[in-house]
């Protein structure tokens, strides 16, 4: 049992079950609205800012990047890379057998090893790069969960670690 809101945002002393409030309507639904709705003038605006195809709201296009917001999409991206791949192979291993498909370790080395070089390289330092990032970056964003490097100076500074440490383990995995 609920108290209904009434009307006037006030709560009624007696005790309504809210959906039979709402269906009688004497409550209204919980939406941070303010008390006035939007006037006539302020629909106009909004009508002229379509006309003139200006956003709404702000967008990503009129923001200059900085580092954490960078990053973050960065760490989306190789998650959703890194996580889909992992998914993709899993299911193939499983299904491989179905479909009468060879995924051992031999046929996948026998595979590798007709790939030409440059292509190979391309393919380890995409793989190592979206590993390694997604590994420091995920270690930056605890470490950031306990308090600490919070401030500018800690996420520009936890930023550039990131960076170099992800270039120096791309570089290790890829060509050793």
Request: charged share 25%.
């Given at each position: 049992m609920f108290s209904a809101v009434t009307r006037t945002g006030m709560l009624s002393t007696s005790r309504v079950p809210l959906n039979r409030a709402l269906a009688a309507g004497t409550a209204r639904a919980f939406i941070a609205t303010p008390q006035h709705r939007r006037?006539?003038?302020?629909?106009a605006i909004?009508?002229?800012?379509?006309?003139?195809?200006?956003?709404?709201?702000?967008?990503?296009?009129?923001?200059?990047?900085?580092?954490s917001w960078v990053l973050s999409g960065i760490h989306r991206n190789t998650g959703v890379l890194v996580a889909g791949a992992a998914y993709l192979y899993t299911a193939a291993?499983?299904?491989a057998p179905v479909f009468g498909v060879d995924l051992s370790s031999l046929a996948a080395a026998s595979t590798l090893a007709a790939v030409p070089g440059p292509v190979l390289i391309a393919v380890k330092a995409l793989v190592s790069g979206s590993l390694s990032f997604h590994c420091f970056n995920g270690l930056r964003h605890l470490i950031w969960d306990t308090g600490r490097g919070l401030s500018n100076k800690g996420v520009f500074r936890s930023g550039y670690v990131v960076l170099t440490a992800t270039a120096l383990a791309t570089g290790y995995l890829t060509f050793f």
């Open positions: 006037t006539e003038e302020s629909q909004i009508a002229e800012r379509a006309k003139k195809n200006r956003p709404v709201s702000p967008h990503l296009s009129i923001y200059q990047p900085q580092m291993y499983g299904l």
